[in-house]
C-alpha cells in the first residue's frame, strides 16, 4: 500500500524553527515528486512546492518561495519541511502528498494525515 | 490570472444529482491542462475523487462524475447521499504559477 505518514502535531512561538516531516512507503520513493500543500484553519488548500527526493530538484509557489525550505533524505524515504522563524500566521495543517503525472497535468494522490503546527505570539 | 473559480457552496436532497463547477483561464485549464477533483470530509485529510477530468480512482462510486471543456470544468455526482457532505476542490497546473493550483473550494451540503 502506498502511504505517506506526517510527524506529529507541534507548538511553537514566534521566532521559533521547525521541521516537520512525511516519510513514504509502498512505492519507489525516489522516483515521486512530493509536495507540500498548506491548509489554514477554515480556508482553502494552497499548493507551497515540491520536491523529487531521487536528486532533490525543488520548486516552490512564488507565494512561499523564501518562506519555507523542503529537504528530502531519499535513505529514509523522507521529505522535509522548515521554517527558520515562525510567524502566528504561519498556524495551519501542512499536508504532504505525491504527485502523480497524466497525459495533460499533474495530481497528488495519496495524502499524508496533515501535521498541525500552532503558533503562539 | 492564476485562479480557479469555484461556488462556495451548493446544497441538495438526498437521492438528487448535484453539479459543482471549476472556472479557470488561459493560464491554466483553458491551456489544456486536466483537472483532477479532491472530497475533504470534515476533519480529514483531501482524497483524490477524480483525476485527469473524468477518471476515477479506484473504489470512488460511479456516482462522481467529472468533465471538462474549454476554460472551465464540472464534478456531477448524482444519487446523493448524507456521506457526500463535505468540502470539494479542483485542481489544474497552472503556467504563471509552474506548479499547482486549486480552486477555493465548494462546501456541498446535502439537505
Known amino acids: 500500500e502506498v502511504q505517506l505518514v506526517q510527524s506529529g502535531p507541534e507548538v511553537k512561538k514566534s521566532g521559533e524553527s521547525l521541521k516537520i516531516s512525511c516519510k513514504g512507503s509502498g512505492y519507489s520513493f525516489s522516483t515521486h515528486w512530493i509536495g507540500w500543500v498548506r491548509q489554514m484553519s477554515g480556508k482553502g488548500l494552497e499548493w507551497m512546492g515540491m520536491i523529487y527526493p531521487g536528486d532533490s530538484d525543488t520548486r516552490y509557489s512564488p507565494s512561499f518561495q523564501g518562506q519555507v525550505t523542503i529537504s528530502a533524505d531519499k535513505s529514509v524515504s523522507t521529505t522535509y519541511l522548515q521554517w527558520s522563524s515562525l510567524k502566528a500566521s504561519d498556524t495551519a495543517i501542512y499536508y504532504c502528498?505525491?504527485?502523480?503525472?497524466?497525459?495533460?497535468?499533474?495530481?497528488?494522490?495519496?495524502w499524508g494525515q496533515g501535521t498541525l503546527v500552532t503558533v503562539s505570539s | 490570472q492564476s485562479v480557479l473559480t469555484q461556488p462556495p457552496s451548493v446544497s441538495g436532497a438526498p437521492g438528487q444529482r448535484v453539479t459543482l463547477s471549476c472556472t479557470g483561464s488561459s493560464s491554466n485549464i483553458g491551456a489544456g491542462y486536466d483537472v483532477h477533483w479532491y472530497q475533504q470530509l470534515p476533519g480529514t485529510a483531501p482524497k483524490l475523487l477524480i483525476y485527469?477530468?473524468?477518471n476515477r480512482p479506484s473504489g470512488v462510486p460511479d456516482r462522481f462524475s467529472g468533465s471538462k471543456s474549454g476554460t472551465s470544468a464540472s464534478l456531477a455526482i448524482t444519487g446523493l447521499q448524507a456521506e457526500d457532505e463535505a468540502e470539494y476542490y479542483c485542481q489544474s497546473y497552472d503556467i504563471s504559477l509552474s506548479g499547482l493550483l486549486f480552486g477555493g473550494g465548494t462546501k456541498l451540503t446535502v439537505l
Open positions: 485527469d477530468n473524468s
Open positions: 502528498a505525491r504527485r502523480n503525472t497524466g497525459g495533460g497535468g499533474y495530481w497528488l494522490d495519496p
